[in-house]
């Protein structure tokens, strides 16, 4: 019961200290509609706390999260698909200008793809939702001898699997076509749970490097 009552503090203080900073900001968004041009897509892990992460407040971020930061490839199957609505409403109705994946160290779901995992009722949805970590995971094993611990191996594996997913982004028509406009980027990130600090998928040099370094975005 602790863990709900900190909750209810933690919205009394938050009313108390905070919200009269947004106040104005959100009457105004919440006449017109929101606008966020950033679509954030990450994991559900509850290390991962977006606005302290990056400084983002109220109206910035349209906000995805999925066990592993997963996206799956674009599909006519008629099926619920919680992850592809949320992207087609940020891209074909927000318009949003930029697509952020970010993946994380110690990130469980990328773990678990080295870990069997029983076939009851009560993983059945889980074991499917991790086969869009499995492409990440075999790029990975290709470059085995590189990673000498364990630890190395998920890594690599987390950030592989960032560059599947923003991979797969491109397979959702709305995306392509804004793409060759070159009305939306998209960004691979990685954010690391040690010190807090973030890395960025460099496509022309195929590796990550700390977002500091990220300076000739703007
Ligand atoms: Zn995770």
Redesign the pocket.
């Known amino acids: 019961m602790n863990a709900i009552k900190n909750l209810i503090r933690g919205n009394k203080l938050f009313r108390k200290y905070q919200f009269d900073e947004f106040k104005d900001d959100l009457s105004e968004l919440n006449a017109t509609g929101q606008k966020p041009e950033i679509l954030f897509i990450?994991?559900?892990?509850s290390r991962?706390t977006i606005d302290f992460m990056v400084g983002s407040k109220p109206g910035d971020l349209f906000i995805l999260r999925n066990?592993?930061?997963f996206v799956p490839p674009f599909s006519l199957n008629g099926d619920f698909h919680g992850t592809a609505s949320a992207i087609e409403y940020a891209v074909s109705i927000l318009n949003v200008s930029h697509i952020i994946v970010c993946?994380?160290s110690?990130?469980?779901?990328?773990k678990s793809l080295y870990e069997d995992i029983p076939d009851t009722q009560h993983y059945i949805n889980i074991k499917k939702w991790l086969q869009l970590g499995q492409e990440a995971k075999n790029l990975t094993l290709e470059n085995k001898h590189l990673y000498q611990t364990l630890s190395d191996l998920y890594k690599a594996t987390?950030k592989n699997s960032v560059i599947c997913q923003v991979k797969n982004l491109l397979t959702y028509p709305a995306i392509k076509e804004k793409i060759e406009l070159n009305n939306i980027t998209i960004h691979g990130w990685y954010y690391n749970l040690d010190d807090g600090s973030i890395e960025y998928y460099d496509k022309n040099e195929n590796s990550f490097k700390q977002i500091s370094e990220y300076l000739n975005y703007y």
Do not use: L, R, V, W
Request: glycine share 18%; aromatic share 6%.
């Open positions: 990450t994991c559900c892990d991962i066990i592993g930061n993946g994380h110690y990130c469980g779901a990328c987390e």
